[in-house]
Structures are given as C-alpha cells and as structure tokens.
C-alpha cells in the first residue's frame, strides 16, 4: 500500500520492500499498461500527480479532472473500475500539484 503522496507523513518516498535490489534492478520492464483516454476528448492530460494504493487498487487523477479507481492486483493487467469527474471547470486546463 501507498496511501501518502510521498508514501509517508515524512514524505521519504521510500519503500521498505526488498523485491528490488541493485542486482536485478536492470531487468525491470513495463508490466502493463492502462489506456486513460481523457485527452482525446478534448482536455489536456498532466500526469505529474502521485498515485496511492491501497489493498491492489490504485487511486489517480488525470490532472484535468478525471479521478480513477484501477484494479491492479493481478500484477501483469490493470483493469479501470470506475472513474468520476471531479468538477473541474475545463478552461482551467491540466492541474500541477
């Protein structure tokens, strides 16, 4: 679980999990990938924000406005289970945080 922007009060962002070490870290790959398709409808999308997890769900917003719940417990696919607007006005353009 992340449930911090910077994974703590702290904001260490730091992991305790030993999964990744200096010897295997160059085998990382992308495990998938999750269409978010918010700009093709007209706004600008602005990745820049944190995602938090929470018990393999991960929680996000597209930086227009769009909020999004994702399914990521099977570890290799990520399925979208719902997403809401956040009332954002759409002149405001992509939110920096």
């Known amino acids: 679980n992340w449930l911090h922007p910077f994974q703590n009060y702290d904001a260490h962002r730091y992991s305790r999990l030993a999964q990744i070490t200096r010897d295997n870290v160059a085998n990382l790959k992308m495990?998938?990938?999750?269409?978010?398709t918010t700009g093709l409808v007209?706004?600008?999308?602005?990745?820049?924000q944190h995602a938090l997890v929470?018990?393999?769900?991960?929680?996000?917003?597209?930086g227009g406005g769009m909020?999004?719940?994702v399914d990521v417990r099977a570890g290799n696919r990520a399925k979208i289970v719902w997403k809401a607007n956040g009332a954002v006005e759409e002149k405001r353009g992509p939110i920096c945080q």
Do not use: E
Request: charged letters at 25%; aromatic letters at 24%; zero cysteines.
């Open 54 to 62: 929470d018990d393999g769900f991960m929680y996000f917003d597209d």
């Open 67 to 69: 909020i999004y719940k």
């Open 42 to 48: 007209g706004r600008t999308s602005n990745f820049q």
């Open 31 to 36: 495990a998938f990938a999750v269409p978010i």
